[in-house]
């Protein structure tokens, strides 16, 4: 799993139509807390609405046994530390059905929160948006036509000054990895076809992470190698095309340095042959 927590974190705080549709009033602020004398001491997101209230949004893509506890946990210290109680809401982002009870208690004490799937939101609200964070979070909620909703999200990161494009492409990657890999295929095919120059090998650094990690797992010294083929074999497809077997073999053949030096020459290179020759 890519670490999506950082990235929904950045987006929801710039996302005001989700926040709007989960808690029914805007955020005026968020407040950076770590709580006292908690196993899991820093929530997600609070924020403060214009009123005064609190509003917890804690995100979660797992099932958590004691979910419902960690969430009782949080409000009482934020109630702590600010004297008031929070509205709670779990944001769930997970690929899997959402299953943890949202509720807990005995004869002697009663709690509840909020529980909401992202996926029982209407995500074309969003698409729509003039902010980004929004269009990118969109593609986690209920879509009409997801080939068409990617491809809209990547134009609107395409018109975005250089500096910004390699932060929200990476984002939209991150959060596609939250959803089946036919949804991650269709953002990596839009992210390589788009029509500007960034650097793939950073917006494609979660992959590569990966493909170490599960080499790593398997004791094998491959992974840096498996990484290095997962994003050369996407350039050079986007380039010259499907790649034929002998260059898939050679490719294989290759230790990962040669093959990052080979990611390199294929800026100038006029053929498949003259790369790998």
């Not at 960690?70 to 299953?99: D, S, T, W």
């Not at 529980?115 to 009409?144: F, K």
């Not at 083929?229 to 790649?243: C, H, Q, T, W």
């Amino acid at each position: 799993m890519q670490d999506y927590d950082a990235t929904l974190k950045l987006l929801l705080q710039k996302s005001s139509r989700l926040i709007q549709a989960l808690v029914g009033t805007p955020v005026v602020k968020w407040l950076d807390v770590e709580l006292p004398k908690v196993q899991n001491p820093r929530v997600d997101l609070l924020g403060e609405t214009a009123d005064g209230r609190l509003i917890h949004v804690e995100l979660q893509s797992t099932y958590d046994p004691h979910m419902a506890l960690r969430m009782a946990e949080y409000k009482l210290g934020i109630c702590r530390q600010y004297g008031r109680l929070p509205r709670q809401i779990l944001l769930y982002v997970g690929e899997a059905p959402l299953r943890m009870p949202n509720e807990l208690g005995d004869e002697d004490l009663s709690f509840r929160y909020s529980s909401v799937d992202i996926r029982s939101l209407d995500g074309e609200p969003l698409l729509a948006s003039a902010e980004l964070g929004d269009n990118v979070v969109a593609i986690l909620a209920r879509l009409r036509d997801h080939k068409e909703a990617v491809r809209r999200i990547v134009q609107r990161i395409a018109e975005l000054p250089p500096a910004e494009r390699q932060d929200a492409c990476k984002q939209l990657m991150i959060l596609a990895g939250l959803r089946r890999k036919e949804i991650l295929s269709l953002v990596q095919e839009e992210v390589l076809n788009m029509p500007i120059t960034i650097d793939i090998r950073d917006v494609f650094a979660p992959q590569f992470e990966e493909a170490e990690q599960r080499a790593r797992q398997k004791g094998r010294q491959e992974g840096r190698q498996e990484g290095e083929l997962v994003i050369l074999r996407r350039l050079i497809e986007k380039r010259f095309g499907a790649i034929p077997g002998w260059a898939e073999q050679r490719l294989s053949e290759r230790p990962a340095a040669e093959l990052e030096a080979l990611g390199v020459r294929l800026l100038d290179a006029g053929s498949l042959e003259e790369l790998l020759g």
